[in-house]
C-alpha cells in the first residue's frame, strides 16, 4: 500500500510519522454487513420525507457531534461496538458525571467548540511529503506550500486552546475525564507551541475567507527569518493595495458605487457590480472578459490583469519561501505526532461523550434514558424498552416493551398479526443492545446486558440479482453464515424463515434451525407466522412464547403493539388482513373452511405435547427465576419475601 502511494500520488511517507497496528475483534463486537444494512445502524432502508427524513437511522439520530473526528468515532463504535465490560462502564461512568453536573458539561463543550474541526486530517498532512521533481509545477508547489501553513496555523490555534479544555475538566472525578485532562496538561504540548511561536507570528488565525486567508498565509512566518521571504510580501502588499485603490477609481470613474473587487483562487481578483448600476447601454470598453451571472456583471480590465499576475507572482513566491522556513518545524512536529494522535483521539472521544451522548440524555424528558448494568453471565432484562429512532420520528407516545433472555430462556419466539410491531421490537432490542455497548444510555426503565461478542439478523425478503440469488438462496446464504458463525455469546434475530419457499420445507428448516441455535447458549429472538412453531416450547423448557396483542374492532385489527407471553389471540389473522385488502367472499369463505379442517388435525397434538411436558416446564421456570436472582439487586426483605412466594406457587402447581 505504501509503495502504491508512493508511485501512483507521487508522496512519500515521512520517517516516524505513521505507525501502523493490527487490531483483532477481542475488544470490539462483529457485525456483519448484512446486518448493519437490516438493523440501519448507519443508512436508512427507507426513502425518508419531511424534517426527520435525515434521523432514519440510529447513527444519523445520534450524530450531534462538532467535530469531523468525533463523527468518525461514533459512526467506527455503531459498527464495532466495545465488548470490554470495563471500558463500557467507564463511559457509563463518565456519563454520570456529565449529566449531573452542568458545569463541567458546558464548559467541555464551550472549549471543544473552539478547537479546529478535523484535527486528524491535519496530522495526515505532515505524515505525507511531496516529491520534489523537475516535473514538478509551481501551482502544484504553491497549493501544497499554502495547504502546510494552513494546517500549521490551525494547529497552533488547537494547542493555544489546550489551557481552556484542562480548565474546564478541572474538578472531574472520573477516571476517563481525569486521563483526558492529563492528556492534555502534558508539557510536550507547551513546548511545541513555544517552538511553533518561535517562527509563526503569534496573532495569526485560521480564517475562511479566500483573501484574508492567502494574506495570513503569506505573513504567517515572522519576518527577518528569510530576506526573500520580506521582500516578496513587500510586493504582495504593494499589489493588493494597488488592486483596492482601482477598485475605488473605478467606483467614482464610471459612477458605480456597489462595484466590488472579489478574490477566487482560480481568476484571482475580478471587478463586479449590479447591472441597475451601469447607467449607459453599454458596458465601458476598458471593461473585458466579460460574463453576466443573472443580475451580476463580472468583468476585469488590462491593468487589473496586470496587477493579478505580480500579486500572484508575489505570493507564490512567499509559498515558496515560508516552504523553506518551515522545513525544521515540520520536522519538530513529526517527532511528536503519536502525541498529538493521542490529543486527536480524545478530543474525538469528548466529542462523542458530551455533544453525542450526554446531548441526548439532556435533550430528552428525565429518567427517559437510563444507564444499563452489565453482568459475566447473566440475562437480557430490558424493562419498557423503545425503539430509539422510531420514537424521535413517529408522532405521539412509543409504545413500550420488555424483554427478558437468559441462559435457562435463552430463545423467543414471537408470533402476531402482520404490523402488530414484531420487526420494530426484534430491531429495538438489538439498538438497544449496541447503545449499551458502545457506552450510552438506552430508551428504556431498566436494562441489563451481559457481554455479546456478535449480533446476527435474518431480516427481509429481497432477492439479490447481482449475485444472481433468489429470494430463499439469498435467505439461506445469510441463515448459512449465522450458524456457521454462532457462539454462545451471540445475539440472534431472525424475522420470518423459510416463508419464501414451500409450506413443509419452509416450516421444517425453521424447526432444525431453531433447535440447532437452541444447543448453544446464544440468546435468540425468533419472529414468525408459523403457529406450528410455538410447540418447540413444549418439546424445549428454555424456549419462551409471546405474541404480539390486537384484538378485533368494527370486524378489523387493532393493534395494541404490546407483547404478552403466549399465543397469539387472534385466530386465522392472515384470512382477516385479506379480507379487509379486498379478495373476494368467496375465496376467503372458503380459506376459513379450509383453515379450520387443519386446525381439528393440529390441535391434538398440542394437547399430547402439553401433556407430556406441561410440568416439566413448570419446574424449569421455577429453577429458572431462582438462578436469575444472582444477579438482583433487591434487599433481602423483598427478597425473602419473593421467595416465600415463588415457593407457594411451586407448591400449587404441583
Given at each position: 500500500?505504501?509503495?502504491?502511494?508512493?508511485?501512483?500520488?507521487?508522496?512519500?511517507?515521512?520517517?516516524?510519522?505513521?505507525?501502523?497496528?493490527?487490531?483483532?475483534?477481542f475488544d470490539h463486537m462483529n457485525i456483519d454487513g448484512t446486518s448493519v444494512q437490516n438493523l440501519e445502524l448507519v443508512e436508512s432502508l427507507h426513502i425518508q420525507v419531511g424534517p426527520q427524513k435525515k434521523r432514519g437511522c440510529l447513527f444519523e439520530m445520534l450524530k450531534t457531534t462538532k467535530t469531523a473526528g468525533g463523527t468518525r468515532l461514533l459512526r467506527a463504535n455503531l459498527l464495532q461496538p466495545l465488548k470490554d465490560k470495563n471500558?463500557?462502564?467507564?463511559?457509563?461512568?463518565?456519563?454520570?458525571?456529565?449529566?449531573?453536573?452542568?458545569?463541567?458539561?458546558?464548559?467541555?463543550?464551550?472549549?471543544?467548540?473552539?478547537?479546529?474541526?478535523?484535527?486528524?486530517?491535519?496530522?495526515?498532512?505532515?505524515?505525507?511529503?511531496?516529491?520534489?521533481?523537475?516535473?514538478?509545477?509551481?501551482?502544484?508547489?504553491?497549493?501544497?506550500?499554502?495547504?502546510?501553513?494552513?494546517?500549521?496555523?490551525?494547529?497552533?490555534?488547537?494547542?493555544?486552546?489546550?489551557?481552556?479544555?484542562?480548565?474546564?475538566?478541572?474538578?472531574?472525578?472520573?477516571?476517563?475525564?481525569?486521563?483526558?485532562?492529563?492528556?492534555?496538561?502534558?508539557?510536550?504540548?507547551?513546548?511545541?507551541?513555544?517552538?511553533?511561536?518561535?517562527?509563526?507570528?503569534?496573532?495569526?488565525?485560521?480564517?475562511?475567507?479566500?483573501?484574508?486567508?492567502?494574506?495570513?498565509?503569506?505573513?504567517?512566518?515572522?519576518?527577518?527569518?528569510?530576506?526573500y521571504l520580506d521582500v516578496a510580501r513587500e510586493v504582495f502588499s504593494s499589489t493588493s493595495e494597488a488592486i483596492h485603490e482601482l477598485a475605488r477609481r473605478y467606483r467614482e470613474e464610471f459612477n458605480l458605487p456597489n462595484l466590488k473587487m472579489p478574490f477566487n483562487n482560480n481568476r484571482g481578483f475580478y471587478i463586479s457590480f449590479p447591472e441597475k448600476d451601469l447607467k449607459q447601454t453599454s458596458i465601458p470598453s476598458i471593461f473585458n472578459q466579460v460574463i453576466k451571472k443573472e443580475k451580476i456583471i463580472c468583468c476585469s480590465t488590462s491593468e487589473l490583469t496586470?496587477?493579478?499576475?505580480?500579486?500572484?507572482?508575489?505570493?507564490?513566491?512567499?509559498?515558496?519561501?515560508?516552504?523553506?522556513?518551515?522545513?525544521?518545524?515540520?520536522?519538530?512536529?513529526?517527532?511528536?505526532?503519536?502525541?498529538?494522535?493521542?490529543?486527536?483521539?480524545?478530543?474525538?472521544?469528548?466529542?462523542?461523550?458530551?455533544?453525542?451522548?450526554?446531548?441526548?440524555?439532556?435533550?430528552?424528558?428525565?429518567?427517559?434514558?437510563?444507564?444499563?448494568?452489565?453482568?459475566?453471565?447473566?440475562?437480557?432484562?430490558?424493562?419498557?424498552?423503545?425503539?430509539?429512532?422510531?420514537?424521535?420520528?413517529?408522532?405521539?407516545?412509543?409504545?413500550?416493551?420488555?424483554?427478558?433472555?437468559?441462559?435457562?430462556?435463552?430463545?423467543?419466539?414471537?408470533?402476531?398479526?402482520?404490523?402488530?410491531?414484531?420487526?420494530?421490537?426484534?430491531?429495538?432490542?438489538?439498538?438497544?443492545?449496541?447503545?449499551?455497548?458502545?457506552?450510552?444510555?438506552?430508551?428504556?426503565?431498566?436494562?441489563?446486558?451481559?457481554?455479546?461478542?456478535?449480533?446476527?439478523?435474518?431480516?427481509?425478503?429481497?432477492?439479490?440479482?447481482?449475485?444472481?440469488?433468489?429470494?430463499?438462496?439469498?435467505?439461506?446464504?445469510?441463515?448459512?453464515?449465522?450458524?456457521?458463525?454462532?457462539?454462545?455469546?451471540?445475539?440472534?434475530?431472525?424475522?420470518?424463515?423459510?416463508?419464501?419457499?414451500?409450506?413443509?420445507?419452509?416450516?421444517?428448516?425453521?424447526?432444525?434451525?431453531?433447535?440447532?441455535?437452541?444447543?448453544?447458549?446464544?440468546?435468540?429472538?425468533?419472529?414468525?407466522?408459523?403457529?406450528?412453531?410455538?410447540?418447540?416450547?413444549?418439546?424445549?423448557?428454555?424456549?419462551?412464547?409471546?405474541?404480539?396483542?390486537?384484538?378485533?374492532?368494527?370486524?378489523?385489527?387493532?393493534?395494541?403493539?404490546?407483547?404478552?407471553?403466549?399465543?397469539?389471540?387472534?385466530?386465522?389473522?392472515?384470512?382477516?388482513?385479506?379480507?379487509?385488502?379486498?379478495?373476494?367472499?368467496?375465496?376467503?369463505?372458503?380459506?376459513?373452511?379450509?383453515?379450520?379442517?387443519?386446525?381439528?388435525?393440529?390441535?391434538?397434538?398440542?394437547?399430547?405435547?402439553?401433556?407430556?411436558?406441561?410440568?416439566?416446564?413448570?419446574?424449569?421456570?421455577?429453577?429458572?427465576?431462582?438462578?436469575?436472582?444472582?444477579?438482583?439487586?433487591?434487599?433481602?426483605?423483598?427478597?425473602?419475601?419473593?421467595?416465600?412466594?415463588?415457593?407457594?406457587?411451586?407448591?400449587?402447581?404441583?
Amino acid at each position: 500500500m505504501i509503495r502504491r502511494i508512493d508511485r501512483e500520488k507521487g508522496i512519500t511517507l515521512a520517517n516516524r510519522s505513521v505507525e501502523v497496528t493490527l487490531n483483532g475483534s477481542f475488544d470490539h463486537m462483529n457485525i456483519d454487513g448484512t446486518s448493519v444494512q437490516n438493523l440501519e445502524l448507519v443508512e436508512s432502508l427507507h426513502i425518508q420525507v419531511g424534517p426527520q427524513k435525515k434521523r432514519g437511522c440510529l447513527f444519523e439520530m445520534l450524530k450531534t457531534t462538532k467535530t469531523a473526528g468525533g463523527t468518525r468515532l461514533l459512526r467506527a463504535n455503531l459498527l464495532q461496538p466495545l465488548k470490554d465490560k470495563n471500558t463500557i462502564n467507564t463511559r457509563l461512568d463518565c456519563l454520570d458525571e456529565l449529566t449531573s453536573d452542568d458545569k463541567i458539561f458546558f464548559g467541555i463543550s464551550r472549549a471543544l467548540e473552539m478547537f479546529p474541526k478535523d484535527i486528524d486530517r491535519i496530522l495526515c498532512s505532515f505524515c505525507f511529503k511531496a516529491k520534489v521533481s523537475n516535473d514538478s509545477t509551481t501551482k502544484s508547489t504553491t497549493r501544497a506550500g499554502q495547504f502546510m501553513v494552513s494546517n500549521i496555523i490551525l494547529l497552533k490555534e488547537a494547542l493555544d486552546h489546550l489551557p481552556t479544555l484542562q480548565e474546564a475538566l478541572q474538578g472531574a472525578k472520573c477516571s476517563l475525564l481525569r486521563n483526558i485532562k492529563d492528556i492534555c496538561a502534558n508539557p510536550s504540548f507547551r513546548l511545541l507551541l513555544q517552538r511553533i511561536e518561535e517562527v509563526i507570528n503569534e496573532d495569526i488565525v485560521h480564517s475562511r475567507a479566500l483573501f484574508l486567508s492567502r494574506t495570513q498565509q503569506c505573513f504567517a512566518v515572522k519576518s527577518g527569518i528569510d530576506g526573500y521571504l520580506d521582500v516578496a510580501r513587500e510586493v504582495f502588499s504593494s499589489t493588493s493595495e494597488a488592486i483596492h485603490e482601482l477598485a475605488r477609481r473605478y467606483r467614482e470613474e464610471f459612477n458605480l458605487p456597489n462595484l466590488k473587487m472579489p478574490f477566487n483562487n482560480n481568476r484571482g481578483f475580478y471587478i463586479s457590480f449590479p447591472e441597475k448600476d451601469l447607467k449607459q447601454t453599454s458596458i465601458p470598453s476598458i471593461f473585458n472578459q466579460v460574463i453576466k451571472k443573472e443580475k451580476i456583471i463580472c468583468c476585469s480590465t488590462s491593468e487589473l490583469t496586470s496587477l493579478n499576475d505580480r500579486n500572484m507572482e508575489a505570493a507564490a513566491e512567499c509559498y515558496k519561501r515560508t516552504s523553506l522556513c518551515l522545513g525544521e518545524l515540520i520536522t519538530r512536529i513529526r517527532e511528536d505526532l503519536r502525541l498529538l494522535t493521542s490529543l486527536s483521539e480524545s478530543l474525538a472521544l469528548l466529542d462523542m461523550m458530551v455533544n453525542s451522548f450526554a446531548n441526548l440524555i439532556s435533550t430528552n424528558p428525565e429518567e427517559s434514558y437510563i444507564r444499563p448494568e452489565f453482568t459475566e453471565t447473566g440475562p437480557v432484562a430490558i424493562e419498557k424498552g423503545r425503539h430509539p429512532v422510531l420514537e424521535s420520528t413517529i408522532p405521539g407516545e412509543f409504545v413500550a416493551n420488555n424483554a427478558f433472555l437468559s441462559e435457562a430462556s435463552n430463545t423467543m419466539i414471537v408470533t402476531g398479526p402482520n404490523m402488530s410491531g414484531k420487526s420494530t421490537y426484534l430491531r429495538q432490542v438489538v439498538l438497544i443492545t449496541i447503545m449499551a455497548h458502545i457506552g450510552c444510555y438506552v430508551p428504556a426503565r431498566f436494562a441489563s446486558f451481559r457481554v455479546v461478542d456478535n449480533i446476527f439478523t435474518r431480516i427481509g425478503t429481497s432477492d439479490n440479482i447481482e449475485l444472481n440469488s433468489s429470494t430463499f438462496m439469498t435467505e439461506m446464504r445469510e441463515t448459512a453464515y449465522l450458524l456457521n458463525n454462532l457462539t454462545s455469546r451471540s445475539l440472534v434475530v431472525v424475522d420470518e424463515l423459510g416463508r419464501a419457499t414451500s409450506t413443509g420445507d419452509g416450516f421444517a428448516i425453521a424447526w432444525s434451525c431453531c433447535e440447532y441455535m437452541l444447543s448453544f447458549k446464544a440468546y435468540v429472538l425468533f419472529a414468525t407466522h408459523m403457529q406450528r412453531l410455538t410447540e418447540l416450547s413444549s418439546v424445549y423448557p428454555n424456549v419462551r412464547v409471546c405474541y404480539f396483542d390486537a384484538s378485533i374492532l368494527n370486524n378489523r385489527l387493532d393493534f395494541k403493539f404490546l407483547l404478552r407471553e403466549g399465543c397469539t389471540n387472534v385466530a386465522h389473522y392472515g384470512i382477516r388482513l385479506a379480507e379487509f385488502a379486498g379478495i373476494p367472499t368467496s375465496v376467503i369463505n372458503d380459506a376459513k373452511c379450509i383453515a379450520a379442517k387443519i386446525d381439528a388435525k393440529e390441535k391434538n397434538n398440542v394437547s399430547i405435547a402439553h401433556a407430556k411436558y406441561g410440568h416439566l416446564r413448570k419446574d424449569y421456570h421455577i429453577a429458572q427465576k431462582l438462578l436469575c436472582l444472582q444477579y438482583s439487586n433487591l434487599n433481602n426483605d423483598i427478597l425473602r419475601a419473593y421467595l416465600k412466594n415463588l415457593q407457594q406457587c411451586y407448591v400449587e402447581n404441583r
